[in-house]
C-alpha cells in the first residue's frame, strides 16, 4: 500500500520520561469510555471508594462493554450525566480525592490456568485499545468457536505527528510489553507475534529487537514511515501481507491486531493485579511551554494538564483529544481524560487556524492518497446531495477517517467531516 501521505513528525516529547500527574482533586469517570454499551454504575454518592475499586459494571455477561474503576481514592460526589466521546450521553461517577491513593481492600493479582481465566481477567481489568479505538478487549480476545488467530500484530506504529506515548511505552516498560505478549500468545495459542514499529523509531526498534533475541516470544518489523502506516488494515498488509476483505475483520484473516500500550497494560495487570486507572498522555502543541508525557488518573479533567504543562491561555486557541489528523477538538478543559486518550494538543492562533475552503478542482489529489481506495470528492459531493444510496456504493463506511484526503486537498474541503456526516446520515436511514 504505497498511499497515504508524509508528515512532518514533530514527536517533540520523544526523549522526556513519562512525568507523573500529581493526583487531581476530583476525577469524572463515564460509564462508557469504549465501543459499545455503557456500564452501569456499582456505587452511590458518600461512599467512600479506595484506588481501582469497580466503580461501573458491564449490564450482563456478554454485553459488548469493559468495566470502570476508580482512578483515585476518595468519596462519591456525585453521578452525573454528561456527553460522551461517541455523541450520545451517559453516566459519570464523580470522585473528590482524598489524596492518599489508597488502593482498594479487594484488589488482587489475577489467578489464570486457562484462557477462560485469562479471558475473565482482561475483562476485569477494564482493558479497552489504548491508542485510541476504545475497542474492549476481553471482546477481541474472546474468539469465537471455529476462530483461530494464527497472528498476533503488536500495533506500535504511532504514525500521528506529535504523540509519543507508545514510543515511551515501548521505552520504559518493556517488561510489560514482553509480558503481556507471552500471556496473549500463550493463553490463545497464538505461533507468531510480530511487533510492528514505524522506522522514524530507532530507538525502540532497538530496543524491542534487543529484547526479541534469544526470546523467540516475537519478531520486529520496521514500517516505512509514512501516514497512516498505524492503521489497523494498512500495518496488516505492510507488516504480514494480509488483506483484509471489505467488510471483515482480522480475525477473519486469522490475525488480531493490538496496540503495544494495551499489550503493555495487561503484562503490567496480570503482574500487579491493578486494573486500568492511568494512562499515558502526550501533551504538546504550539500553546505548551513544557510538552511532555504524563501519567494521568483518567477521568482528571483537561485543565489539570493544562496546568501542569503551562499551558499559555492566552495563546492556546484550540485543545484536541488525540492527534492533529483524527483527534477531536474539545469544548471545554473540563472533559476528563478517557481511557482511549494517548494525547491532548493545545493549538495557538497558526495552528489552528482554519483555512478558507474554495470549490473542488477535480485534481484527484484526495484520490490518490486515500488509503483504502475511497473517492473522497465525489463523497462529499453524494453527502452534499444528502444520497445515502449513492454514498453506499462509493463506500464512505470504509473510511478510515485518517485525514489524508482533506491534508493534500487544495481546495480544503472539509472532506473528512462529511464523511462522518455520511456515516450518521446512513445510520439514521437505517
Ligand atoms: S483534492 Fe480537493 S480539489 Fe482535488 S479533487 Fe479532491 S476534493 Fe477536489
Ligand atoms: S476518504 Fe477516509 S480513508 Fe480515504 S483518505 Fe479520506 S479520510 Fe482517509
Request: glycine share 8%; aromatic share 4%.
Amino acid at each position: 500500500m504505497l498511499h497515504g501521505v508524509r508528515l512532518a513528525h514533530q514527536k517533540n516529547t520523544a526523549q522526556s520520561s513519562t512525568v507523573i500527574l500529581p493526583t487531581p482533586k476530583r476525577v469524572t469517570l463515564p460509564m462508557r469510555q469504549h465501543l459499545g454499551v455503557p456500564c452501569q454504575c456499582t456505587v452511590s454518592p458518600g461512599e467512600a471508594v479506595g484506588r481501582g475499586q469497580p466503580v461501573g459494571q458491564c449490564p450482563n455477561e456478554a454485553s459488548f462493554c469493559s468495566p470502570v474503576h476508580a482512578s483515585v481514592s476518595g468519596t462519591v460526589k456525585s453521578i452525573e450525566t454528561i456527553d460522551d466521546p461517541w455523541g450520545g450521553q451517559c453516566e459519570a461517577v464523580v470522585i473528590d480525592s482524598d489524596g492518599k491513593q489508597t488502593p482498594w481492600d479487594g484488589l488482587a493479582k489475577p489467578s489464570v490456568a486457562s484462557r477462560e481465566e485469562f479471558i475473565t481477567a482482561v475483562k476485569n481489568s477494564g482493558a479497552v485499545g489504548l491508542g485510541g479505538a476504545g475497542f474492549p478487549t476481553w471482546v477481541k480476545l474472546n474468539l469465537k468457536n471455529g476462530q483461530r488467530a494464527e497472528l498476533l500484530l503488536v500495533n506500535a506504529a504511532e504514525c500521528e505527528p506529535y504523540i509519543t506515548s507508545d514510543y515511551r511505552e515501548m521505552l520504559e516498560n518493556t517488561d510489560d510489553i514482553e509480558a503481556g505478549i507471552q500471556a496473549v500468545k500463550t493463553w490463545l495459542g497464538i505461533p507468531r507475534v510480530i511487533v510492528a514499529i514505524e522506522d522514524n523509531k530507532p530507538e525502540a526498534i532497538e530496543r524491542m529487537r534487543q529484547r526479541a533475541t534469544g526470546t523467540n516470544a516475537f519478531e520486529v518489523f520496521s514500517l516505512k514511515s509514512r501516514y497512516p502506516r498505524g492503521a489497523e488494515k494498512v500495518v496488516l498488509h505492510d507488516a504480514a501481507g494480509l488483506v483484509i476483505p471489505e467488510g471483515k475483520l482480522p480475525i477473519d484473516v486469522g490475525a488480531l491486531v493490538m496496540n503495544v500500550a494495551t499489550v503493555g497494560f495487561l503484562g503490567r495487570y496480570l503482574r500487579t493485579g491493578m486494573p486500568l486507572v492511568s494512562r499515558r498522555v502526550t501533551v504538546d502543541g504550539g500553546a505548551v511551554c513544557k510538552p511532555q508525557n504524563l501519567l494521568v488518573p483518567i477521568g482528571t479533567p483537561l485543565s489539570a494538564l493544562a496546568d501542569f504543562c503551562q499551558v499559555d491561555s492566552k495563546a492556546a486557541r484550540m485543545a484536541i483529544m488525540g492527534g492533529p489528523m483524527m483527534g477531536v477538538a474539545v469544548e471545554s478543559l473540563d472533559q476528563p481524560v478517557l481511557k482511549n486518550n494517548n494525547a491532548v494538543l493545545f493549538f495557538d492562533e497558526k495552528q489552528a487556524r482554519l483555512p478558507e475552503t474554495t470549490l473542488c478542482i477535480r485534481c484527484g489529489k484526495c484520490l490518490a492518497v486515500c488509503p483504502v481506495r475511497l473517492a473522497p470528492a465525489a463523497l462529499e459531493r453524494a453527502y452534499e446531495a444528502q444520497d445515502p444510496d449513492r454514498l453506499r456504493r462509493l463506500k464512505v463506511n470504509l473510511c478510515i477517517e485518517c485525514g489524508c484526503c482533506a491534508y493534500v486537498c487544495p481546495a480544503r474541503r472539509p472532506l473528512v467531516q462529511a464523511n462522518r456526516a455520511s456515516k450518521a446520515l446512513i445510520k439514521n436511514k437505517r
